[in-house]
């Protein structure tokens, strides 16, 4: 074995990203609100970043025309500022008043300049007027314990036994568990565990809390229940003794074996449908945050076409602050501050370059969805077609993955509602006449079909092939039963009705 060292060279080529290639494809990839706080910080901290005031159509037009956006490069050189040096020369007075002027007002630099002293703090008024955080199933629990009248033996063991409930409600560990786990002062164990989970069970709100199991919480309900009549006693039946069969939707051994007809099943099934298999979310529900389209999409009748546009409102129009720029190129401000406004500078251009290349590439690939899938806007889905991100790119000249990033997580307003982006991106096949139908559309055709079957007949996956086949649309049964199981269609003996 022998060490030694050498020297050689190797031409190759490596393709690597840079930092602000990867910030500009995070600018692409996020949803309208995601930007819209990503501009709030970047505003909040570069000051070199500000917001242009539009005072009326005229003055913004006007500015359009007569200025231009400052470039900068991510180095800062001095070759970036040649602009500048022009409008320096032209302006010699200017500049010397607009230098005076900002000599007077935020020496710290740290502060937006488009910001005062007496004016309102948006974004505190905004926390401000944020309700507060709604109380947990645990707390909620807690405090009716707190207020019921049990024996004090009995308190403690409750509290413990809360602080395992689940978010659904349920008690899923063991009481042996429980009681190994809890502390030696408590003196808990199985039995007054047991006694404390039956308080619970009695006491608490809503019923059917602290069940140890769907048919525990669906039998408290109905023992909690305050009308009393014979479909209560039916449905009681039928999850006592009936359950497993009941979710089979084997109705005619129930009846053979329990001795209630089949009416008297059906109503109690209904009983038993108006339960709730969570009660703890009855307390605590989730927050549902609303969606806001990235686009918007509208037909013209006159011209008998859909036309595109950015729902871009709320995303402010964004320049680089004049006298921070000079301040940069005035060699009487010192070095460090001139570099620290140099980068913030350059910071500030690269967003407002990656927001205004956001929202081009954005527009360009929703108008060739439009343009697309125009059979869709007018007649549903059913008439979706094949659109996949390969050709699209293609067409638009850019990356497929620049594409992917373009659609995650959008959303455009239609005259058929609000549609995630990437609904109108799929994969699908020809029919027999040859016209390519989207994947979609064949789940939509397969969910129409199971909607008007007799559900005293329900057809079976055999069946539902042979009913896309006359349609023009032939898949494997596999593939129906992936479907069927993707739109939450349970099987034909689950849907049969008696």
């Given amino acids: 074995m022998r060490f030694e060292t050498s020297q050689h060279m190797k031409m190759g080529q490596h393709m690597k990203l840079a930092p602000r290639m990867i910030q500009s494809m995070e600018i692409l990839q996020m949803p309208l609100s995601e930007l819209e706080e990503r501009i709030e910080q970047e ?32 180095e800062g050189g001095d070759q970036e500022f040649a602009r500048l040096d022009d ?29 005062s002293n007496n004016e309102k703090d948006a974004k505190s008024e905004a926390m401000a007027a944020t309700p507060a955080r709604g109380a947990s199933l645990v707390e909620q629990l807690l405090g009716q314990w707190a207020l019921v009248d049990v024996d004090e033996v009995l308190r403690r063991p409750g509290e413990v036994l809360i602080s395992y409930f689940e978010d659904d409600g349920y008690l899923r560990t063991d009481l042996a568990t429980i ?92 009983r038993v449908r108006k339960l709730s298999l969570a009660p703890g979310r009855m307390l605590v529900t989730e927050e549902n945050h609303p969606i ?17 546009y950015l729902n871009d409102w709320m995303i402010p129009n964004l320049q680089v602050n004049r006298e921070y720029a000079l301040m940069a190129k005035n060699r009487k401000v010192e070095t460090k501050d001139r570099d620290f406004l140099r980068k913030s500078i350059s910071n500030a251009s690269w967003l407002i370059d990656a927001v205004s290349q956001r929202k081009n590439t954005l527009l360009r690939v929703i108008r060739v969805v439009v343009d697309a899938q125009r059979d869709y ?39 058929r509602g609000v549609v995630p982006l990437r609904k109108f991106f799929t994969g699908g096949t020809q029919t027999d006449e040859g016209e390519d139908v989207s994947w979609d559309a064949i789940k939509a055709g397969l969910k129409e079909i199971v909607d008007a079957e007799d559900k005293a007949k329900p057809l079976s996956d055999e069946a539902l092939v042979k009913a896309l086949k006359e349609r023009g649309i032939e898949i494997a049964r596999r593939t129906v039963a992936k479907y069927r199981a993707q739109l939450s269609i349970p099987s034909a003996r689950l849907r049969r009705t008696y």
């Fill in 179 to 270: 009681a190994d786990r809890a502390p030696e002062s408590d003196g808990l164990n199985e039995k007054v565990l047991g006694r404390g989970l039956q308080a619970l069970q009695l006491f608490l709100e809503p019923s059917g809390v602290g069940a140890r199991d769907a048919r525990e919480c669906l039998l408290l309900q109905l023992d909690a229940a305050e009308s009393n009549d014979d479909t209560l006693e039916w449905a009681r039946v039928l999850v006592r003794d009936y359950l497993e069969d009941l979710m089979q939707n084997r109705l005619p051994r129930i009846s053979q074996d329990s001795g209630l007809t089949m009416d008297q099943i059906k109503e109690g099934i209904e």
């Fill in 43 to 74: 505003l909040e901290s570069n000051a070199a970043l500000e917001v242009v005031e539009a005072t009326g159509s005229g003055d913004v037009k006007q500015a359009a025309e007569t200025e231009q956006p400052l470039e900068v490069d991510g």
């Fill in 87 to 115: 409008y320096e020369r032209a302006n010699p007075d200017v500049v010397a008043n607009e230098y005076a002027a900002s000599i007077h007002r935020d020496r710290s630099l740290g502060l937006n300049s488009a910001s």
């Fill in 292 to 308: 806001t389209p990235d686009a918007i999409i509208e037909y013209n009748e006159d011209e008998d076409r859909y036309y595109a």
């Fill in 377 to 415: 806007f007018d007649y549903g889905p059913d008439a979706l077609k094949p659109l996949p991100m390969t050709d699209v790119a293609r067409e638009l000249g850019i990356h497929v993955a620049t594409v992917s990033r373009a659609v995650a997580e959008k959303y455009v307003l239609t005259p």
